[in-house]
């Protein structure tokens, strides 16, 4: 297949996620400008898409397969959230499963197991969930941040090292709740950093 690339002059305009992956959506020039013989003015730049940016592809693929609901799945949302616009699509809304219980205090096991060398028979591994669809409907994807909010104090020290804006960073994961683009704190630098409702 011959892949295109982005080159000197072109401008991206986007990255567009949608159900068959990611693509930069990018201007470039078709031919030089020419004084137009009449009225119609013939369109110098044609809109292409492109594989998209290394950091970008790889939060990407990880959340194709995702088995735990954790700190290094919030930030692999929040990369492809900011740096990507969606082509939303309708899909099925997406039934997370709940977390697996600890062992309970019982009558015949009062330390909940602790301590003993008999253990409780183990939980059912989650079912891995394809993020990737999740995050092309707007309402999973306000399920998977609610999801994965818990773990946004995590995530506030390796986002800042990847080297987007640290005061940003916080205002955004200090939230209780999570914005229904929080891509927009992060990059745009004229979204205010104030204590107005997000959500």
């Given at each position: ?30 031919h030089e400008f020419v004084p137009p013989e009449s009225d119609i ?139 229904s683009e929080p891509g927009l704190f992060l990059r745009h630098p004229d ?9």
């Amino acid at each position: 297949m011959n892949i295109e690339k982005i080159g000197q002059d072109d401008l991206r305009l986007s990255i567009v996620r949608s159900a068959v992956g990611l693509w930069a959506k990018i201007s470039r020039r078709q031919h030089e400008f020419v004084p137009p013989e009449s009225d119609i003015v013939p369109n110098l730049y044609q809109t292409i898409s492109i594989p998209t940016l290394k950091r970008l592809h790889a939060a990407w693929q990880r959340l194709e397969v995702v088995h735990q609901w954790d700190s290094r799945t919030l930030i692999d949302v929040l990369i492809v959230l900011t740096e990507t616009v969606a082509k939303f699509d309708s899909h099925p809304i997406l039934r997370v499963e709940p977390e697996p219980e600890s062992p309970k205090q019982t009558a015949a096991h009062p330390r909940a197991f602790r301590g003993t060398k008999y253990k409780p028979s183990k939980s059912k591994r989650p079912t891995p969930l394809n993020l990737q669809l999740a995050l092309c409907n707007p309402k999973n994807k306000m399920i998977v941040l609610q999801k994965l909010w818990t773990h946004r104090e995590k995530a506030i020290k390796p986002l800042c090292d990847m080297g987007y804006d640290s005061a940003r960073v916080e205002f955004l994961l200090t939230r209780p709740t999570p914005p229904s683009e929080p891509g927009l704190f992060l990059r745009h630098p004229d979204v205010p950093l104030n204590p107005m409702p997000l959500s």
